[in-house]
Antibody, heavy 122, light 108 residues
Framework: QVQLQESGPGLVKTSETLSLTCSVS?????????WGWIRQAPGKGLEWIGS???????YYSPSLKSRVTMSIDVSKNQFSVRLSSVTATDTAVYYC???????????????WGQGTLVTVSS | SYVLTQPPSVSVAPGNTARITCGGD??????VHWYQQKPGQAPLLVII???NRPSGIPERFSGSNSGNTATLVITRVEAGDDADYYC???????????FGGGTKLTVL
């Protein structure tokens, strides 16, 4: 049974950096999947942040690319995201996800974490 | 950038058929995936590659994709189908994931 679990601060100050980690069980981050993040602002739709492969290479949302850093730790079977210079508009539930991979295509997201609410406030 | 357009809401009586559309430029040439999200829960994958059901998804869920519209079809709608539904694809031209805005399905 594949399980993903997000962890990190639930409150981040404006202009600081949001950092979240996803711990994976039942699947190895070194296998042929993309690992990534999707967020959902309160009452809004889904927004893809980015997805990375076990090599560390990846794809990012054009609107967030300048502020996002993603990394993967095969030894801990975890992956992480950092979002810099946050504002109130970054307040959202953040989901870590696994995506089916076909060559360089990020396909469907078959496993999701439960999500973690991150609030940005001064 | 590629845009996926969904109706904000669809209503259907129990036992009837719900159709949720996802519009995009020549979307029929791309693979579309669909998710169901109930309040307070993470999304659940219900259709992959336009028409295929992942393991555990009832046969009542099906999909189609042609021209400029992909459609999620739910037959014999039940109260438990009341949820938000999102379409998603990979924009290969720009190398990023696109989600539709979501459709709230209300079971009357």
């Amino acid at each position: 049974q594949v399980q993903l679990q997000e962890s990190g601060p639930g409150l981040v100050k404006t202009s600081e950096t949001l950092s979240l980690t996803c711990s994976v069980s039942g699947s190895s981050v070194s296998t042929d999947y993309y690992w990534g993040w999707i967020r959902q602002a309160p009452g809004k739709g889904l927004e893809w942040i980015g997805s990375i492969y076990n090599s560390g290479s990846g794809y990012y949302s054009p609107s967030l690319k300048s502020r996002v850093t993603m990394s993967i730790d095969v030894s801990k079977n975890q992956f992480s995201v950092r979002l810099s210079s946050v504002t109130a508009t970054d307040t959202a539930v953040y989901y870590c996800v696994r995506a089916s991979a076909v060559v360089t295509v990020v396909n469907y997201f078959d496993y999701w974490g439960q999500g973690t609410l991150v609030t940005v406030s001064s | 950038s590629y845009v996926l357009t969904q109706p904000p809401s669809v209503s259907v009586a129990p036992g009837n058929t719900a159709r949720i559309t996802c519009g995009g430029d020549n979307i029929g040439s791309q693979s579309v995936h669909w998710y169901q999200q109930k309040p307070g829960q993470a999304p659940l994958l219900v259709i992959i590659y336009d028409t295929n059901r992942p393991s555990g998804i009832p046969e009542r869920f099906s999909g189609s994709n042609s021209g400029n519209t992909a459609t999620l079809v739910i037959t014999r709608v039940e109260a438990g189908d009341d949820a938000d539904y999102y379409c998603q694809l990979w924009d290969s031209s720009n190398a990023y994931v696109v989600f539709g805005g979501g459709t709230k399905l209300t079971v009357l």
